[in-house]
């Protein structure tokens, strides 16, 4: 037994110190996080009570480019639908109106594909069903998709009113949809013709450009001889013309031979080839002078000389003979002039079939009546049938096959090219390896082939357009959109500038029918508003499966027209006017969507904006069938802005495939990482280029996003200190307060001016900047021990606290149409509610009186000095002479005297979290520590002198001046009293 009592055991100061305290986990966990969010916004109808809130403002519409329902989201679709949330969000943060409905594209060959794949594994022949029933099982597999990636795109954080989205199958849609086309019809742009058209011989339809992709294909090539056959003169008698071609099986389609006047041509002789070659010593041939040693290399001709010029004016009248005249190809095949003609590559003359080409049509019938007073035949012949078939108009090659049901190259080039030698016109064949337009459902080729087709004319007269043509409207009305990124105004432009008219006829059951009679044996067709609206109500009631339960269409035509004098047109739309018609039923229809009725566009002297957004394909595809659709029955645009995005690709730039094993899903990104850190690749990256993902990038930004999320969690903590109302005037805050308030001012403007320029990238910059330099690195740093430290009743801990919670309010808003599920998490954290939200708050005003600029110019100064010291303490704690900052009382020297005075009056112990500092002036000793970038200053490290403070750790020669507290500082003390008076309260 001792006289002595036991030593109290040390007290424990971290029980008085205002560390951060919340449950704000620092474990994001968004996998299983998200969707309770998702299940409170539903609970909760947040989307029906923010168009509550945002009702009367200015509307801002994005019109949703309908996604295809036929199978699971993918990356770019993910991709393109947060893009869609972040801005639609942004807008109605700034102020707008911006309500966002979701649609769906229903109709057309992928959905009918997959049903005849259906089909097929079971025996059954499509032809054989019922064209109903048949559209029914379209119908139910668009539906069953459709709910599919409803919930997924609901799980990629996207909010819109996903309970009533428009669907282009539809009743009300399906009977819009035909009115448009209807509309067409009437004003005498819509007609039926005649045209060479990329047809698709699997799918056993015609194409438009926008369904075909150009990817690598081996095609046969062949150089043919055209006997010369009249008009040139005894010098020309014996000569051949010689083209080139891709496609042998389109020689029985030949009608002509083009030539260019500004093309040098000459008459060629072979003067030495070996036996063997279909060209022979002594021929002669026509060719291009530019192109004649390449044609007479393919030929293997080893010796050739050049007769004489051949001039153009010889040309003018010449006609040739068929190469396979001899199958009873017997007639007169003229030359024509042709722009497209060039001496690029082949020989300086193109064959020319007018069923088989766009140009090839284009001067055929440009020389129509020229040619028909010469007593040539203008009739373009049928030379492959929709099966890919050769024809009986193809003498000779009758039921040869281009391509196979399965898109594989038939015997029908084999055929004409052993044909072509059998006439001695062969005069060279080989293979090319090049980019073919192939069916991007099918993945086969396609063939161009004269199918009789309606189409809508680009450049007839409009009397309804005020007597312009549809290309005319359409250019204009795209020099009065406004294009993100601007190059995409070029891009359509040319386009549209130089695109044929457009095919709207599909030989197919799934769609929305092409809604017109014609009269028997004419081209005419019936124009009649009683007939229309009679359309439209049935299709209203029962949907465009009316036009199919009806024969004759007499329960349309009666009681004005008799059916038997009209034909029903049994073609359906190009499933393009389908989703370029959108605007129709979901823009202009008030009892449709009333949410995004009524709207008066900026250009019409209102306040209301429509955007479509959608990858950079699109061009060729939905703004344009949608401007062209718009602009036919409307003479405008149906939207001001176009914004487009990249397409994504690995991360070593390749395009994704599962056979090259690169794909990457968003579905497993959300499962593994959570959709915010998907929503975050999204908005950080320049979406107006191509975009890459994969694991290690995904990894990149988690790291991103964890330091904003510690950012969020250290400010819930730290404000879960602040007494509400316990402010501090603005005039006396310390300066350090009223910088980051001035920041704060800063990037209010620079925010709302990237959120209203769409310029994710750079709101996500700014932020993260700004939270991890400007917040954690910088301010939090210093002020932690103020905050954490300081006594109750310091007036600089509540002017910090009172800083820190501007901050947060304003981050969180401005985060969240990024990171939706995050910022909602922290919201609800600092602001508990059972309906609250972080997405009904809009952009916070700040006040213009927290800009200071002078103030931010010294402290840029201050903050440059404090880089040198960090540097130096960071060089002594590596050599392990100090542990921690606070062990440390540098000296640094300033030699600038601007710099100098910056200084004054700031505790710059406090701003670098050293115990001491002491700054004098002029240059320093030689090994003080300098920086490059900061001239003029220079650091020489020195430990602190003093005892360490028990509760804040600073080292000081005043620790234990209270009596009461001997083993703290005095403002320590002042704190622990003040803590203890409380705690007995």
């Known amino acids: 037994m001792t006289d002595s009592a036991p030593a109290a055991p040390a007290r424990d100061y971290s029980q008085t110190l205002f560390l951060p305290k919340t449950d704000f986990p620092m474990r994001a966990g968004l996998p299983v996080r998200e969707p309770l969010l998702l299940e409170r916004w539903k609970a909760s109808d947040l989307y029906g009570r923010i168009r509550v809130a945002a009702k009367g403002r200015p509307k801002f519409v994005l019109h949703d480019g309908p996604p295809y329902a036929n199978g699971n989201i993918h990356i770019g679709t993910a991709l393109n639908k947060i893009l869609k949330d972040v801005i639609v969000r942004s807008q109605g943060a700034l102020g707008f109106d911006a309500n966002y409905v979701p649609g769906w594209d229903c109709h057309g060959l992928p959905i009918e594909w997959k049903i005849e794949e259906q089909y097929r594994a079971k025996g059954r022949n499509k032809d054989e069903v019922p064209v109903i029933e048949f559209r029914q099982e379209c119908r139910s597999f668009a539906g069953h998709w459709l709910d599919v990636q409803r919930e997924e795109f609901k799980r990629l954080g996207v909010t819109g009113d996903w309970d009533h989205p428009y669907v282009t199958m539809d009743f009300r849609a399906e009977a819009a949809i035909a009115a448009e086309l209807m509309t067409f019809a009437a004003t005498g742009q819509l007609y039926r013709g005649s045209k060479p058209v990329m047809w698709s011989v699997v799918e056993r339809t015609a194409l438009a450009e926008a369904e075909v992709e150009y990817e690598e294909h081996v095609s046969d090539t062949v150089f043919v001889a055209f006997p010369v056959r009249e008009g040139a003169g005894d010098d020309l008698a014996g000569a051949r013309v010689v083209i080139w071609t891709t496609t042998p099986w389109t020689i029985p389609g030949n009608r002509a031979v083009a030539y260019s006047k500004k093309i040098a041509y000459g008459l060629y002789r072979v003067t030495q080839a070996a036996d063997e070659n ?10 291009a002078d530019s192109l004649a040693a390449t ?36 007639f007169a095949v003229p030359m024509l002039d042709g722009d497209h003609v060039t001496d690029e590559s082949g020989t300086g003359f193109v064959h020319t079939a007018p069923g088989h080409g766009r140009e090839d049509f284009e001067i055929w019938m440009a020389n129509g009546r020229a040619l028909a007073q010469r007593g040539i035949d203008t009739r373009i012949p049928y030379t492959v049938d929709a099966d890919g078939a050769l024809t009986e108009e193809a003498y000779g090659f009758t039921g040869k096959l281009v391509l196979n049901h399965k898109g594989e190259k038939g015997d029908a080039n084999k055929a004409v090219i052993a044909a072509l030698v059998e006439a001695g016109n062969l005069v060279a064949r080989g293979v090319l390896r090049h980019q073919y337009p192939h069916s991007w459902r099918s993945k086969k080729p396609v063939i161009f082939r004269n199918t009789p087709q309606w189409f809508i004319a680009m450049d007839r007269p409009v009397e309804t357009l005020g007597n312009r043509t549809l290309r005319e409207v359409a250019v204009q009305a795209i020099e009065d959109t406004r294009w993100v990124p601007p190059q995409g105004k070029n891009r359509i432009n040319g386009m549209v500038g130089n695109r044929p008219d457009w095919v709207v006829s599909r030989q197919r059951a799934w769609g929305v029918p092409i809604t017109v009679f014609v009269r028997k044996g004419t081209s005419e067709v019936l124009r009649d508003e009683r007939v229309d609206a009679r359309i439209r109500a049935a299709f209203e009631a029962e949907g465009a499966d009316a036009w ?35 605007h129709a039923f979901v823009l202009d229809d008030p009892q449709a969507f009333p949410g995004l009725s009524g709207v008066v566009r900026k250009r019409d002297g ?25 602009c036919g029955t409307r003479g405008r645009a149906p939207y001001d802005i176009v914004l487009t995005h990249g397409f994504v690709l690995d991360p070593k730039g390749l395009k994704m495939s599962k056979s090259k094993g690169n794909v990457v899903a968003p579905q497993n990104i959300i499962k593994d990482s959570g959709a915010d850190i998907l929503r975050l690749w999204v908005a950080a990256s320049d979406y107006t280029d191509d975009l890459r993902i994969g694991p ?41 307060e009223r910088l980051i308030l001035h920041r704060l001012a800063e990037l209010d403007g620079e925010i709302r001016e990237a959120y209203a320029a769409f310029d994710t990238k750079r709101v996500v910059a700014l932020l993260n900047g700004f939270m991890t330099g400007d917040l954690s690195a910088f301010y939090f740093d210093v002020r932690k021990d103020t905050l954490y430290c300081d006594p109750i009743s310091s007036g600089a801990r509540r002017a910090a606290l009172q800083v820190v919670d501007e901050v947060f309010r304003r981050v969180t808003i401005w985060l969240s149409p990024v990171l939706a599920f995050t910022a909602e998490e922290a919201w609800l954290d600092r602001y508990p509610s059972e309906d609250g939200s972080v997405h009904l708050q809009q952009l916070p005003e700040t006040p213009a009186s927290w800009r200071d600029a002078a103030l931010a110019e010294r402290w840029q100064r201050i903050r440059a000095v404090r880089r040198v010291v960090t540097g130096a303490l960071e060089i002594e704690r590596a ?18 005297a601007a710099l100098l005075g910056a200084l004054d009056g700031v505790d710059l112990a406090e701003v670098c979290i050293t115990s001491a500092i002491r700054v004098e002036a002029g240059e320093g000793p030689g090994d003080a520590f300098r920086l490059d970038e900061v001239r003029g200053v220079a650091v020489v490290p020195a430990l602190a002198e003093g005892r360490k403070c028990a509760r804040s ?21 002042r704190a622990l009293r003040e803590w203890d008076a409380e705690q007995r309260a």
Request: hydrophobic share 40%.
């Open 696 to 736: 290690e990038i995904v990894k990149t930004f988690a790291e991103t996003y964890r330091k904003l999320r510690n950012s969020l969690r250290w400010m819930l903590g730290s404000l879960a200190h602040r007494v509400p109302g316990d402010d501090v005037p603005f005039a006396d805050m310390p300066e350090l």
């Open 953 to 973: 750790w600073r080292v000081s020669p005043d620790v234990g001046m209270d009596p009461d507290y001997p083993d703290v500082t005095p403002r320590d003390a």
């Open 879 to 896: 050599a392990k002479r100090i542990g921690a900052s606070l062990e440390a009382a540098p000296v640094v020297h300033v030699a600038d």
């Open 548 to 582: 199919f339960s009806d024969v004759d269409g007499a329960r349309f035509l009666r009681p004005e027209h008799d059916p038997a004098e009209y034909e029903k047109v049994t073609d359906v739309l190009d499933v393009w006017f389908d989703s370029g018609s959108t």
């Open 295 to 330: 044609v007479f290399s393919a030929a293997r001709v080893e010796a050739f000389e050049r007769v004489r010029d051949v001039p153009v004016s010889a040309l003018a009248g010449l006609t040739l003979a068929h190469p396979l005249a001899t199958l009873g190809y017997d």
């Open 278 to 287: 279909w060209a022979k010593a002594g021929d002669t041939y026509l060719l």
């Open 606 to 630: 209102g306040t209301d904006t429509v955007m479509y957004l959608e990858g950079s394909d699109q061009h060729r595809g939905w703004f344009q069938s949608s401007l062209l659709e718009s």
